[in-house]
């Protein structure tokens, strides 16, 4: 049993609701995230809007992943702006940055990890902005020029997007992602424009699993129960609570995140692992799994 589970025991009932019920949603989420893939996977984690907390969800998935998997796993930013999933997961930019200057094509593990940043969790962390335009995100190109080449040596790959427009931009997200991550705030309004993309993912050829992601930054959870559409985007949902602390000047280690965060951290990671699982099903079985 996982130590975030079995510490779980010892929290009061006020703080979990139903302990017994917590503790196997977290023993469920502690196997999924541990179960071994066949092949590597590559998770994207987007959003329509800015201000929803996406990077700090990716930052925090990332970062169960790389502890408690064996294989290697790699965190990548494309998004602009400082306070990006590297940042959150305390991976030095300076360092990840200079993991571009790699062999284009690396022929050996060290050659895919050379000069990038590690974070205390063991997330292995690179950059793809260019230096020069920090606010800029890294264009679709950038990814599939650096990420392609590197993928094949890692056990998961999660890529930070950022804001993304329908059309080209999420289009390239798609192809780049076995399982994408959409994430919103929890206001109506946000949601319902976060949620009229997902068909449209869905629709295409080969699409990915898609996890929807409800981060309570607007305080309106508990009015989310109450939209007609979320039964109906036939995808999972999972419900993640804002941690102010995650909004400061210096990131924050996820011990020190809130009980709530963690465990809906955990559950999420563990969902997603389970959608990774099911793109590796032969092509029947992977069009029924939809279902």
Known sequence: MSRIASALRSLPLAVLGSASARLHDLTQADARIRMPLTLNRRIGVVQVAGGVGASVVAASIASIFAHRRTGLVLGVNASAGSH?????????????????????????????????????????????????????????????????????????????????????????????????????????????????????????ADAPRIVFVIVDVGGGARLTPRLGILPHLGVPIVHVPYDAAAGGAT?????????????????????????????????????EARR
């Open 84 to 204: 990006n999933m590297l940042w959150h997961a305390g991976v030095g930019s300076g360092d990840a940055v200079a993991g571009q200057a790699a062999p284009a094509t690396p022929s050996e593990t060290r050659h895919a990890t050379a000069g990038l940043g590690v974070a205390p969790s063991g997330l292995i962390g690179l950059e793809l902005r260019d230096p020069s335009q920090p606010t800029t995100p890294a264009a679709s190109r950038t990814w599939f020029d650096l990420i392609n080449p590197r993928s094949r040596f890692f056990d998961l790959v999660i890529t930070d997007w950022g804001v993304r427009g329908w059309q080209i931009d999420l289009s390239q997200v798609a192809v780049a992602s076995h399982v994408i991550c959409v994430v919103t705030r929890s206001e109506r309004h946000a949601i319902e424009e976060a949620a009229a993309i997902v068909p449209a993912l869905l629709g295409r």
């Open 251 to 287: 990131p924050v280690a996820s011990e020190d995140l809130s009980t709530a965060a963690r465990i809906a951290h955990a559950i999420l990671a563990g969902t997603i692992l389970a959608e990774a699982q099911l793109t590796l099903l032969p092509g029947p079985a992977r069009i």
